[in-house]
């Protein structure tokens, strides 16, 4: 099942060409400051009541650029109360749309990394607890390597989370575009990576970029696949997987090049 994000174009296009939305919450204006609008929220369901389109959510999560609202930052090394509420919300979305996985992003490495990484569990192991009971999984996803204050962006460290939590309701996103960074364009360490976390990969994002830092987004450059230097015969790697490959382009341009590339291949 190929699918797109929510911010690539509106629902009713993407029903056209893609069979699931990612539903990118931070980019959806659904939030006043850090207060969810109900209404805001009935009107997407009203519409993708209108489409064939399957859903997945990517909840909120760390950032620190000028476009993402500050007001629901979210770093799982690091939450409070408002933080858990928020993530919360998105699983809770989740399971009224029947979606197929929430997206979320581990947490920072602040003064010591081990006590970071203790924390991050500790806040996994209750957000999957809220999930398992309201039947959403979640997909921990791996981050780039390239910006040295990312949990979780090789595999050991991404498993080590997994099996940490111990939860059937925590699994893997896999971004391959993040990957990439990691193994810094080593395609036979990509595909090692893909091979390690295979079992356990409940979502996949997909998108291209060239495989080293730069000084935007650490060179997580978000290009639809074949834009960059990226194998994605490496998806051969997830052996079994029934889920979405979410093409997480910003256009609709992206999207049809993406959907492409990624068919010859599937």
């Known amino acids: ?23 990118y919450i931070p980019k959806l204006g659904v939030y006043n400051s850090d207060e969810l609008n109900y209404e805001a929220i009935q009107i997407i369901i009203d519409e993708l009541s209108t489409c064939n389109l399957e859903t997945s959510i990517h909840a909120p999560y760390f950032a620190d650029t000028p476009n993402y609202p500050f007001e629901i930052v979210v770093d ?11 993530i919360e919300e998105s699983i809770s979305l989740a399971s009224e749309l029947g979606s197929k996985a929430v997206v979320i992003h581990p947490g920072r ?3 010591d990394r081990e006590h ?6 500790d806040a996994l192991k209750q ?3 809220f999930a398992l009971d309201r039947n959403v999984v979640l997909g921990l996803e791996n981050k780039e390597g ?3 204050e990312n949990l979780c962006c090789d595999y050991a460290e991404l498993l080590r989370a997994v099996y940490a939590v111990d939860s059937p309701a925590l699994g893997i996103t896999f971004d391959v575009g993040h990957a990439n960074l990691t193994c810094r364009s080593d395609q036979a360490l990509l595909r090692h990576f893909a091979r390690q976390i295979s079992e356990h990969v409940v979502h996949v994002h997909l998108h291209d970029n060239h495989g ?3 000084d935007e987004y650490c060179g997580d450059a978000h290009m639809a696949p ?6 994605y015969s490496v998806l051969k790697e997830l052996h079994d997987f029934k889920g979405i490959y979410n093409l997480e382009v910003f256009s609709l341009e992206d999207v049809l090049e993406g959907k492409r590339v990624i068919s010859e291949i599937l």
Not at 4 to 23: G, R
Not at 76 to 86: I, T
């Open 1 to 23: 099942m190929i699918g797109a994000s929510s911010f690539a174009a509106p629902l009713s296009i993407l029903d056209e060409h893609v069979d699931s939305v990612e539903l």
């Open 76 to 86: 799982l090394s690091a939450m409070k109360k408002l933080h858990f509420r928020l």
């Open 109 to 111: 490495i602040h003064a």
């Open 116 to 121: 970071s990484f203790r924390k991050m569990i």
């Open 127 to 129: 957000l999957a607890d």
């Open 146 to 148: 390239t910006d040295p």
């Open 212 to 214: 080293c830092w730069t």
């Open 226 to 231: 074949g834009g960059g230097c990226i194998d």
